[in-house]
């Protein structure tokens, strides 16, 4: 095997309009495709793509209870930018009305490298750090 990257990620999500607007808006992924019949919307993340499944709908129903204070799907999704300016994109999202955590240095799959987390309106956590 000789992994490229990852090809998408799957959210579980409550409100899946705001999951949308949240993506689009804030991190500016546009729209893929949408898959009204089954609940699903796929966003475009540079080469990936970040997958918002309703919890309602038919595919997010076979994933049982719904996202949580108490039970996530995952623990972080992390975002790599390209020409990665720490200091703007926390000006950026705390004008949108996110409280950005603690900048610095962690190891990623590009090695040790600046980042930053925050959470989306569904409570997943999100890392940005430079490609």
Do not use: W
Request: charged share 25%; aromatic share 4%.
């Amino acid at each position: 095997m000789n992994i490229q990257g990852i090809d998408h990620v799957v959210l579980r999500v409550r409100d899946l309009d705001g999951a949308v607007s949240f993506y689009q808006r804030v991190l500016g992924c546009p729209v893929e495709r949408r898959q009204d019949a089954i609940g699903m919307v796929q966003m475009r993340a540079g080469r990936a793509l970040i997958d918002l499944v309703s919890v309602d709908g038919s595919l997010g129903q076979r994933g049982g209870a719904a996202p949580g204070r108490d039970g996530h799907n995952m623990d972080h999704l992390c975002l790599a930018l390209a020409n990665f300016d720490p200091d703007a994109v926390k000006s950026e999202l705390e004008r949108h009305g996110i409280v950005v955590g603690e900048i610095g240095s962690r190891f990623g799959a590009s090695g040790e490298g600046v980042s930053l987390y925050f959470t989306d309106p569904e409570g997943n956590r999100i890392e940005l750090r430079g490609a």
